[in-house]
T-cell receptor
Framework: GQSLEQPSEVTAVEGAIVQINCTYQ??????LSWYQQHDGGAPTFLSY????GLEETGRFSSFLSRSDSYGYLLLQELQMKDSASYFC????????????FGGGTRLMVKP | DVKVTQSSRYLVKRTGEKVFLECVQD?????MFWYRQDPGLGLRLIYF???????EKGDIPEGYSVSREKKERFSLILESASTNQTSMYLC????????????FGSGTRLTVV
């Protein structure tokens, strides 16, 4: 089976940097994704890491270490609109066609 | 932009009823998925389909079935609704490649009374 661990809540101030960690256990690992979900909204895709290292997209970066079964999402220059839930998700399964989500991290950005 | 449309935003059904949740996507995606979302549990995969008439069980298929007769439409069926199936149901679609991730619908909040 597959399981993911991420903190349930994180609080940070506007303008700061925050890192949301994700550790996973899976059979057949293909990659790690991150999704953002605002209250009442649909999850939206942020990033996908198949290889070790850091991927940067604007203010958001995602990191993967396959040997450590670990990844993180880094949010820089936090804005109020970044307040949302963030989910890590492992692509796995027999043919890599299943995405298993963690329980989500609720990020609260304060002024 | 890819659009994934779920037929109902809110639904209230009685215990024992047969419930159909419909999902349509407009960008010719091969893969479609049904998840349920509950507080603290994240999103759990119920069923997915990678082609017309093909389906595979996810992590929690019990009490559910699916139908994919056309590429753009993926239906979730609750054969006999129970109160523990009260949840937010999210449909998603994706291309075969994974670089662009899933596109989710806005969800259906189902309450079984």
């Amino acid at each position: 089976g597959q399981s993911l661990e991420q903190p349930s809540e994180v609080t940070a101030v506007e303008g700061a940097i925050v890192q949301i960690n994700c550790t996973y256990q899976t059979s057949g690992f293909y990659g790690l994704s991150w999704y953002q979900q605002h209250d009442g909204g649909a999850p939206t895709f942020l990033s996908y890491n198949a290889l070790d290292g850091l991927e940067e997209t604007g203010r958001f970066s995602s990191f993967l270490s396959r040997s450590d079964s670990y990844g993180y999402l880094l949010l820089q220059e936090l804005q109020m609109k970044d307040s949302a839930s963030y989910f890590c998700a492992v692509r796995g399964g027999n043919a890599g066609n299943m995405l298993t989500f963690g329980g989500g991290t609720r990020l609260m950005v304060k002024p | 932009d890819v659009k994934v449309t779920q037929s109902s935003r809110y639904l209230v059904k009685r215990t024992g009823e047969k419930v159909f949740l419909e999902c349509v996507q407009d960008m010719d995606h091969e893969n479609m998925f049904w998840y349920r979302q509950d507080p603290g549990l994240g999103l759990r995969l119920i069923y997915f389909s990678y082609d017309v008439k093909m389906k595979e069980k996810g992590d929690i298929p019990e009490g559910y079935s699916v139908s994919r007769e056309k590429k753009e439409r993926f239906s979730l069926i609750l054969e006999s609704a129970s109160t523990n199936q009260t949840s937010m149901y999210l449909c998603a679609s994706s291309l075969s490649g994974w670089v662009n991730g899933y596109t989710f619908g806005s969800g259906t909040r189902l309450t079984v009374v």
